[in-house]
């Protein structure tokens, strides 16, 4: 059979098949961004806050508006890796993943491909690489699900831009609306994506003013300005306490053992607090100096409201006299079980008052 009378059949059989993630015209979002200031064009913060700005976060910080929570969750080594957990955030095809273009899957063959994808370039690398960071992005109960995951995509699209694919879910299953935002590694300058201390801080302020633009009160600050010395902890840390306390698992965490036996030493008088717990009270003392310095000032104002967010103020710092950490609370508990067993031993060395004394002590049993 000559060749060219069955060309089409051969072109149909060799022809690369892909599916196009692009749904729509690519300028339109640039066109978007220019015009409401966002993505690559998002004004830069590297000037002074107003004074309007810094009255407004102190008041919602005093008046316990609610805190953004952004953390990240694990970073996915391989395709089947990143697979799986694509699996897990689309709860197995019942709830729809979006991409960075607003497309939405529900195939789990769609999901690997996006995890094959988002692996091919790392193949020059030696070991597994990262292929995907995961965050989750989470606000209180009763709050609007569907802000939050505009919220989480105006924030994705402001911090990481087109540099970087992502897909993002949103889960109302718990009291808390959270959102799994799912960053590819590699990114398109060969930069890598590894968000540390400072970058998760930055998606929190951005997480919070996207919500604030939607009518939703939020704020981000450290947990120092608001007098809370408890960090929070690793999801990993978080689920084998969650095992333990549902009865499934009697193994404490090697966190937990060496906290308990550090404290435990303070508690005896053989060891002293960490350096951490000292930072952190002298930390927060300044900071209520700082507060009771702002209610000075808003009170010289002779502005009615500023009289009456400075009195917001000195109760706030009223009601937070101490802070305490987590060698605080580990001391606390250590202590009143060294108290407790002393309790019990001088009990037990008190003689009975019914016998006589002199009374020799009965001889030990034997089995």
């Known amino acids: 059979m000559p060749f060219g009378e069955r060309e089409d059949e051969l072109w149909e059989a060799m022809k690369p098949r892909f599916k196009p993630r692009i749904v729509g015209d690519p300028n339109a979002r640039y066109a978007k961004s220019i015009v409401n200031g966002t993505g690559a064009f998002t004004p830069r913060h590297n000037v002074a806050p107003t004074a309007s700005a810094v009255r407004a976060t102190l008041a919602r910080v005093v008046h316990r508006t609610p805190e953004v929570l952004v953390k990240v969750t694990g970073r996915k080594k391989g395709a089947k890796h990143l697979a799986a957990h694509l699996d897990y955030i689309g709860r197995h095809g019942d709830i729809a993943i979006e991409t960075r273009d607003g497309e939405r899957i529900t195939s789990k063959n769609d999901a690997h491909q996006i995890a094959d994808e988002w692996s091919d370039p790392l193949y020059w690398r030696q070991g597994t690489s990262v292929s995907a960071v995961a965050m989750v992005f989470s606000m209180p109960a009763g709050t609007n699900p569907d802000k939050v995951r505009e919220s989480v ?36 300058d060969r930069k890598r ?71 435990m030493q303070i508690a005896l008088g053989k060891a002293q607090q960490p350096a951490l717990a000292t930072k952190t009270r002298a930390r927060w003392q300044d900071t209520k100096r700082r507060y009771e310095a702002a209610a000075d000032r808003l009170d010289r104002t002779g502005n009615r409201e500023d009289r009456q967010l400075a009195g917001d103020v000195r109760k706030f710092v009223q009601e937070r006299a101490g802070i305490e950490t987590v060698p605080d609370m580990m001391l606390r508990d250590a202590e009143k079980r060294v108290r407790d067993a002393r309790d019990r031993a001088r009990n037990e060395a008190q003689p009975d008052r019914d016998v006589p004394r002199g009374t020799p002590p009965p001889p030990p049993r034997r089995r």
């Open 153 to 188: 995509r105006e924030a994705a699209e402001r911090l990481i831009g087109d540099n970087h694919d992502y897909v993002l879910a949103l889960h109302t299953d718990t009291p808390r609306p959270h959102v799994h935002l799912t960053v590819q590694a590699e990114g398109m």
């Open 193 to 263: 994506f590894d968000p540390r201390r400072e970058d998760l801080f930055r998606f929190r302020e951005a997480f919070a003013e996207a919500l604030r633009s939607r009518g939703v009160e939020a704020e981000a600050t450290p947990r120092y300005t608001r007098g809370q010395g408890r960090a929070g902890t690793s999801m990993a840390l978080t689920q084998l306490r969650a095992r333990i306390r549902n009865g499934a698992s009697r193994q404490p965490t090697d966190a937990d053992l060496r906290q308990a036996r550090e404290a």
